[in-house]
């Protein structure tokens, strides 16, 4: 007999082997009842654990993306309807009234006519304009400064700085120099004048951000920029009166 059949012959004979072969048989006769729902539970949970959980979270993943889909659609849809009713042509005109107002950069050139138109309505002779190029920051706009001489009737200089702050344009009256002049009623003044002016934001919003929307102050605000007599678009010069001070304000 070769040596290998031997021992398996001999295993199989082995007194100790059937014992433990026989012992096994009685536990699992006696526990059989309990060890099969065992076996049948641990492998369920592994099932569960391994298949079924990662299963159902990537269900409610996708189902919790396609409902944020359905309500970004919803959104979408209902900003398209609100900017196809807008009137371009009226949200246009606001612009030019706010930007006249409150441009987005140093507007020398108008500044400088809106205060002369102001000081000839108001019976004074812009006899020198000084610009001061640095712009000032505050929290949400800069400015620049305006520095002018000018003659006229000492009866009409309240008027005339009055005019200045509720012009249309935002401007603040500072520092303020009176002398009288060789007539009687006339006085030279100087008038240090800040110029307010904000950039536009650097980012107005994506598709999925609200539509901003003019509130009831804003349009009493327009409408008060309205009565005060803004209805030249921005950047663009008044025609009358024209400066009379120097040639180049800047020297």
């Excluded at 000018?150 to 509720?166: D, L, N």
């Amino acid at each position: 007999m070769k040596k290998e059949n031997f021992s398996k012959f001999h295993l199989v004979r082995n007194p100790d082997f059937i014992r433990n072969i026989d012992f096994v048989r009685k536990i699992y006769s006696n526990f059989r009842i309990f060890i099969f729902p065992a076996v049948v539970a641990i492998s369920s949970l592994i099932l569960i654990v391994f298949v079924i959980s990662p299963q159902t979270i990537k269900l409610f993943q996708n189902q919790k993306v396609q409902g944020e889909l359905q309500e970004k659609s919803k959104f979408l849809e209902a900003k398209a309807v609100v900017l196809e009713g807008l009137d371009e042509d009226n949200l246009k005109q606001k612009l030019g009234y706010a930007l006249t107002a409150y441009p987005q950069e140093q507007d020398f050139a108008n500044a400088l006519g809106i205060i002369q138109e102001i000081a000839g309505k108001n019976g004074f002779n812009v006899t020198e304009f000084a610009v001061r190029l640095g712009s000032e920051r505050s929290e949400s706009s800069q400015k620049y400064g305006i520095k002018l001489e000018a003659s006229g009737a000492k009866v009409f200089f309240p008027r005339f700085i009055s005019a200045i702050e509720s012009s249309a344009r935002m401007m603040e009256v500072g520092n303020l120099e009176i002398s009288p002049a060789r007539e009687g009623d006339i006085v030279n003044v100087s008038v240090e004048i800040s110029v307010l002016y904000a950039p536009s934001p650097s980012s107005f919003g994506g598709p999925e951000s609200p539509l901003p929307e003019l509130s009831k102050a804003d349009e009493e605000l327009l409408t008060e920029l309205v009565a005060s007599g803004i209805s030249r678009p921005a950047q663009q010069l008044p025609s009358q009166p024209q400066p009379r001070g120097k040639a180049n304000p800047f020297e």
